[in-house]
T-cell receptor, first 112, second 114 residues
Framework: SQQGEEDPQALSIQEGENATMNCSYK?????LQWYRQNSGRGLVHLIL?????REKHSGRLRVTLDTSKKSSSLLITASRAADTASYFC????????????FGQGTTLQVKP | DGGITQSPKYLFRKEGQNVTLSCEQN?????MYWYRQDPGQGLRLIYY???????QKGDIAEGYSVSREKKESFPLTVTSAQKNPTAFYLC?????????????FGPGTRLLVL
């Protein structure tokens, strides 16, 4: 399968704690993106990190990228109950098609 | 109100029937994509179109067909050849967000087999 791997598959934490999700991909990339999906809804783009970047921040989100290990991580700090959702990484390869290869997702539950 | 719309929200298919899922965008995006999502899984690419009157197969195109006659519309037909069509179908288009190309998703259509 071309799909990336994500771990953990499921994560349950208390409000205020940090949540870390990891993603591995298989081919060389132009960039790696993280998306969020609330149950039964479409995906919403969170953050994009380019292949020549190692770390990027956006609000409470921090993404790292290690191209030598073909891996990325998403950290959500000071989590809130509203962060409860599934999170997917998606790698964008070479070429100009805009195609993304999605991981299988991490389901995050934040308990109030 | 700009965005991507998909209809219907739920669709029921009978044995041997073709059904068409609608995807419309008013974002003026050139490229559009169809994905299939099975429970607890990530998204798999069915078809994509980078420009009007052109489209390409994705990873799981068998049993599906598309057309791209207008820039704003990219309908997906699930044919009777697709033996396991029950899934959540997501349409997306690609555009610039603060100088970065990202995909914008519709709300999805859930297809169920009767």
């Amino acid at each position: 399968s071309q799909q990336g791997e994500e771990d953990p598959q499921a994560l349950s934490i208390q409000e205020g704690e940090n949540a870390t999700m990891n993603c591995s991909y298989k081919t060389s990339i132009n960039n790696l993106q993280w998306y969020r999906q609330n149950s039964g809804r479409g995906l919403v783009h969170l953050i994009l990190i380019r292949s020549n970047e190692r770390e990027k921040h956006s609000g409470r989100l921090r993404v790292t990228l290690d191209t030598s290990k073909k891996s990325s991580s998403l950290l959500i700090t000071a989590s809130r109950a509203a962060d409860t959702a599934s999170y997917f990484c998606a790698s964008s390869g070479s070429g100009n098609t805009g195609k993304l290869i999605f991981g299988q997702g991490t389901t995050l539950q934040v308990k109030p | 109100d700009g965005g991507i719309t998909q209809s219907p929200k739920y669709l029921f298919r009978k044995e041997g029937q073709n059904v068409t899922l609608s995807c419309e965008q008013n974002l003026n995006h050139d490229a559009m994509y169809w994905y299939r999502q099975d429970p607890g899984q990530g998204l798999r690419l069915i078809y994509y179109s980078q420009i009007v009157n052109d489209f390409q197969k994705g990873d799981i195109a068998e049993g599906y067909s598309v057309s791209r006659e207008k820039k704003e519309s990219f309908p997906l037909t699930v044919t009777s050849a697709q033996k396991n069509p029950t899934a959540f179908y997501l349409c997306a288009s690609i555009g610039d967000r603060l100088g970065e190309e990202t995909q914008y998703f519709g709300p999805g259509t859930r297809l169920l087999v009767l």
